[in-house]
Every structure is written in structure tokens, then in C-alpha cells.
């Protein structure tokens, strides 16, 4: 399955409306390490390797970075053997990869996140640590081919709700290290040509 979401900044009436009639499924806490080497070779390439609660994930990029980001599409992997794998790195601990590699820890967030479901939409609303909060409208595809079609639906479903001007919202990552790392921010910024 292929996660389609749009990241929003919402006004406090334009929440209210979104989630007015959803069904709440649940809060949770997580806390997540990402992790680069001193070029930030991953996250330019906008791989993000992560630590989420003690098990590891890989989100890899399947929109180029030219392409416009009306929506994001990212593949997951949370099979450390996977991750290994797509590294060519099979075999070996996955600390000792990290150290091997010179990846090393270069954002910590917690985020508490409310969960959502509206219409067959998936609505995560996320309040992060360092004071900022994001909402994500989300579809899951089972085809490459319909990424376009839902990125269409999850519009015009946030455009009900008077929300969907702004198309390009950062993530909480990108915020993190604009206000924390700024050469990090800088790097990725020049290197996407954004
Ligand atoms: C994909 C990405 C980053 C990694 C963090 O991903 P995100 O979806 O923000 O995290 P989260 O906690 O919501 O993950 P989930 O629980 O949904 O798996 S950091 C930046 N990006 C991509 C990105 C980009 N390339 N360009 C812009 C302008 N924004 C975001």
C-alpha cells in the first residue's frame, strides 16, 4: 500500500470544522531520532532514516524533488533486515551500521498525535515538542497509478472545510532544523533548489 498525505497548517476554526462528525480512533506519544552523516547525503537525497520509539524506519522518496510536492508520497520500510538491505548492508547490527556509516543523530521530536477518520479519509493532527502542530490528511493506494486521483480527492475533501491554499507546508522535521540546525536547513534547501 502507498501512503498519500498532505501536511496542512490549520486555523483553530478550520480544525474544529475537519474533525466536526470524525470518528476518533486514538492518541498516542512518539518520540523520533533521524539520523545523517556531516554532508547530510540521506536528507538531501530526502531519505529519512529514523528511530521511532526503539525500532527503526526508512522513508524513501518516490516524487522527485523537481516534481511540485502537491502531496507527499514516501516509501516505508520498518524491517531493520529491509533497511539493511536497501543499504546493501545485510547482516550486520544495525548500531554498527550507523557507526559505520558516520550516521548520526541530528533531531529528536516527540509528537502527541490525534487520529481521525472521516469519510475515508485518515486525519492525524500533530502537536510536536518545540511548539509547532501540523495536520495531515491521508489516503492509502494500492497502485502507483492512483497517487494522482487521491492527491485530487484529499483537495477537494480539505477544500470542503475551506482549508488547501497553502500547498507547500513544511514538516515537522524541516521546521525543527530551520530553527535549530540552519545549515542542515540551508543544505537541503539549496540542494532541492527551493
Ligand atoms: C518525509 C520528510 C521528512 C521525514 C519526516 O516525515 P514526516 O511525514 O514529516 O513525519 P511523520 O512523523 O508525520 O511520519 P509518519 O508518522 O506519517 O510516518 S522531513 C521532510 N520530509 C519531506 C519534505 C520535503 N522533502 N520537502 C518539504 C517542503 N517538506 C517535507
Aim: aromatic share 10%; proline share 2%.
Amino acid at each position: 500500500m502507498i501512503e498519500v498525505e498532505k501536511k496542512l497548517i490549520l486555523t483553530p476554526e478550520q480544525e474544529k470544522a475537519l474533525v466536526e462528525g470524525a470518528e476518533f480512533i486514538g492518541e498516542k506519544k512518539f518520540t523520533d531520532t533521524y539520523f545523517d552523516d556531516k554532508d547530510f547525503s540521506l536528507t538531501i537525497k530526502d531519505i529519512w532514516l529514523r528511530e521511532r520509539d526503539g525500532k527503526y524506519e526508512l522513508k524513501l522518496p518516490m516524487n522527485k524533488l523537481s516534481e511540485s510536492r502537491v502531496s507527499d508520497q514516501y516509501r516505508e520500510l520498518d524491517v531493520e533486515d529491509d533497511i539493511l538491505a536497501h543499504f546493501g548492508a545485510r547482516g550486520i547490527n544495525i548500531k554498527d551500521f550507523l557507526t559505520k556509516k558516520g550516521y548520526l543523530p541530528f533531531c529528536t521530536i516527540t509528537t502527541t498525535r490525534r487520529k481521525y477518520k472521516k469519510d475515508g479519509f485518515v486525519i492525524d493532527l500533530d502537536v510536536m515538542d518545540f511548539g509547532y502542530t501540523l495536520a495531515e490528511i491521508e489516503l492509502m493506494v494500492d497502485d502507483e497509478s492512483k497517487i494522482k486521483e487521491a492527491t485530487q480527492a484529499i483537495i477537494n475533501f480539505a477544500t470542503k472545510y475551506g482549508i488547501g491554499k497553502e500547498i507547500l507546508v513544511r514538516g515537522k522535521v524541516l521546521e525543527y532544523l530551520r530553527r535549530k540546525n540552519p545549515a542542515h536547513f540551508q543544505a537541503l534547501m539549496d540542494a532541492w533548489k527551493l
